[in-house]
């Protein structure tokens, strides 16, 4: 599934930076800070977990190299096309699934995944609401929905305010904010952080 660049500037820009992305981080030290992450998640070895925004394929990596079992699969999904090329080439474990997608148009049907992982992406999606729906239609009754960026929420937006204009107002809010719009959209808020070291919201799908 593609995704139409008319209704989404931001496509062009990530389109741009596809080549630099993995040169700007520090892959080892981003790979044992997601790993300490996905430890606490209670991710079962064979569960169905969503990498929503999946850019490059780093979260992917993590959970197909220490949090998946030969059962688990992840569906990992992104607007540009550049950087899923990059994250398949990084990438050939069977396990996985790459789509060009938006994540208001999710390509599973519903209830089949276990996880929905948004990692250093929520601010990006012009339409919270609907991609909050979308999160839930994939996921099974019980479900988790995870909102992680291993940075502050100060920082996000700082560097956002700093790139490039298409992402100027991609402002990551509050946790306490996004945690009442998960709850009007039919998920349970269990986990929420939201400090100088990290964003961190767990939700369950309620039933």
Partial sequence: MTHNTTTNPRLEFFDSIADQWDGWHDLADLSR???????KLSIDPSATVVDAGCGTGNLTVSLLNGTLGPSGRVVAVDISAKMLDLARNKVTDPRVAWHCAAAEQLPLDDGTADHVICFSAWPHFHD?????????????????????????????????AQA??????????PASEIAKLLETHGFRVINM???????????????
């Fill in 193 to 207: 952080t939201d400090d100088d070291r990290c964003y961190w919201i767990t939700a369950h799908k309620l039933g």
């Fill in 33 to 39: 800070n997601l790993n300490a992450v996905l430890d």
């Fill in 128 to 160: 919270a609401a609907a991609v909050t729906r979308e999160f839930r239609r994939v996921l099974r009754t019980g479900g988790s929905l995870h909102i992680l960026h291993l940075i502050s929420r100060s920082q996000v937006n700082r560097i956002h």
């Fill in 164 to 173: 490039h204009p298409s992402v100027h107002h991609d402002i990551l809010a």
